[in-house]
């Protein structure tokens, strides 16, 4: 967990209606609604054991609409850890996530220290895919990040998803700890090789 903070700040992004909110609250409160409420912005927190400590998880719901855009960076920069989320029935919601995971670069700078998960959501309407599993895992490749299809609706790998992201920032760490005893030449070949690529 990061340093000199109990919070743990989870950004959640993507395009309007692929189950942002969905997957948040089925998570924090194991609830789902079939109603479609956009959101601005909602936080929500949920303490959680990490080793022997208590720390709180903080979870950012952010909005679909792109009229934010000042918003979006201030969640990033805030950000520790990022959910990506598109709908395996919605192939223009895949790409509405490359600008927000530039942006992510952009800000964050050396991204493969950034736990971040690519959720393709909604994988119960398996009738009305347009997105395949495989080419969710080769997006996720090419952004050296991690990978999982969900459904809020049925509360498919939505405890799993929040729980593989703490896993990933557990590695992170224990890496950053490896990373330190590691010579300037080997980490600058590193940082180079984690540089980020937009299909
Ligand atoms: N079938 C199915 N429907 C879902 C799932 N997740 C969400 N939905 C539905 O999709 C619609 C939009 O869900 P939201 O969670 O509000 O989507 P959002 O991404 O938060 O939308 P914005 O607030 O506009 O950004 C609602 O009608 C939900 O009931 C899912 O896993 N499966």
Redesign the pocket.
């Known amino acids: 967990m990061p340093e000199q903070s109990n919070d743990y700040r989870v950004v959640v992004f ?13 998570f924090v409160k194991g609830t ?9 912005e909602d936080t929500y927190r949920q303490v959680i054991s990490c080793d022997k400590s208590i720390c709180t998880l903080q979870i950012t ?5 792109h009229q934010f855009p000042a918003m979006q960076r201030l969640s990033i920069s805030k950000g520790h850890a990022f959910i990506l ?1 598109y ?1 395996i ?1 919605s192939r223009q919601s895949l790409e509405e996530l490359k600008p927000i995971y530039e942006q992510i670069c952009q800000i964050k700078g050396d991204i493969e220290s950034i736990p971040i998960m690519l959720v393709g ?5 398996n009738q009305n895919r347009e997105v395949e599993s495989s080419e969710g895992e080769a997006m996720a490749k090419k952004w050296k990040c991690a990978f999982m299809e ?5 509360n ?1 790998n939505v405890k799993e998803l929040f729980q593989e992201l703490l896993n990933l920032e557990k590695r992170r760490t224990v890496s950053l700890q490896i990373d330190g005893k590691k010579s300037k030449q080997q980490k600058r070949k590193e940082k180079l090789k984690g540089k980020c690529v937009v299909m």
Do not use: C, M, Q
């Open positions: 993507g395009a309007g209606g692929v189950g942002k909110s969905s997957l948040v609250l089925r789902f609604r079939e109603s479609y409420i956009p959101t601005i719901d952010t909005t679909g609409s989320v709908s029935t959501n909604k994988n119960d309407e969900t459904s809020a609706k049925t498919h």
